[in-house]
């Protein structure tokens, strides 16, 4: 395949992943891969530099498109952005230390987890409902998830946004849409803070990194939209197919390297 073949699927992706990421996350199963059928020789902590650079653009816009809808809880929202960018930093600076390897069926049981749960529970993020947790214990929950979460981000990456929208809705008791809200902020701010470790190490291709981010600025706006218009139940459908998907993609990647 020729240069240009591969760059226009490069971009395609990123499109793609831009979409799904808005709308429930996990926009990396798409964009990451890509990279790494693209470039199979590219060392790893490179390709997940140059993503993270696609991805802040996708995260960014889709935050702007929902913050112009969804009212937003600022109180809980920006610590946890202020931890994100921590510990998506940290993670990216252990990238090459932790083997992916022990990470994936980790994230393979907890994604199994989760699918269990929202299929148990039918009627779980459709509503925003009450929850009975002092403003201080949400904010020290919320906050602990969102550093836990981002350190994720930084060393492996895909599935984030899943994880961050289910810490919001499982501990704030939001609907899905406004969960995506606040997510895709705190979903920046661990794409930069990873960004900025990666491109200090030398670990971004930032020509390939910056049309990457046009295809994923536009598909974000996009599935933003989307979300924006259909509602509640089209995400946690997405968020049932995306969820499925990415455990068949990691258990692939399990027995390949096994």
Do not use: C, E
Not at 175 to 199: E, M, P, Q, R
Request: aromatic share 8%.
């Amino acid at each position: 395949m020729d240069v240009d073949a591969v760059f226009g699927l490069l971009i395609l992706a990123a499109v793609a992943a831009g979409w799904v990421d808005a709308v429930v996350g996990g926009g990396g199963l798409l964009q990451l891969p890509a990279l790494m059928v693209a470039y199979p020789q590219a060392p790893v902590a490179t390709l997940l530099g140059t993503n993270k650079l696609g991805s802040v653009a996708g995260t960014t816009t889709a935050a702007v498109t929902y913050g112009r809808k969804v009212k937003l809880n600022h109180r809980l929202l920006w610590p946890t952005v202020g931890t994100a960018l921590a510990g998506s930093g940290l993670g990216a600076a252990l990238a090459g230390v932790v083997s992916s390897n022990v990470l994936r069926p980790i994230i393979i049981g907890v994604l199994g987890i989760v699918a269990v749960f929202i299929l148990a529970r039918p009627t779980f993020g459709l509503n925003t409902t009450p929850v009975l947790l002092t403003t201080q214990r949400a904010v020290g929950l919320v906050v602990t998830a969102g550093l836990v979460i981002a350190f994720y981000d930084g060393i492996l990456g895909p599935g984030t946004g899943i994880f961050l929208a289910l810490a919001f809705t499982g501990i704030l008791g939001y609907d899905y849409v406004t969960s995506a809200a606040h997510v895709k902020v705190v979903n920046a701010a661990t794409n930069i803070g990873a960004l900025l470790v990666f491109g200090f190490l030398g670990h971004v291709w930032w020509l390939l990194g910056l049309a990457l981010m046009g295809g994923n600025a536009f598909g974000a706006y996009l599935g933003a939209r989307t979300a924006l218009r259909r509602g509640t139940s089209f995400v946690r459908i997405m968020l049932l197919i995306v969820v499925s998907v990415l455990m068949v993609r990691l258990s692939y990647d399990v027995l390949r390297q096994g």
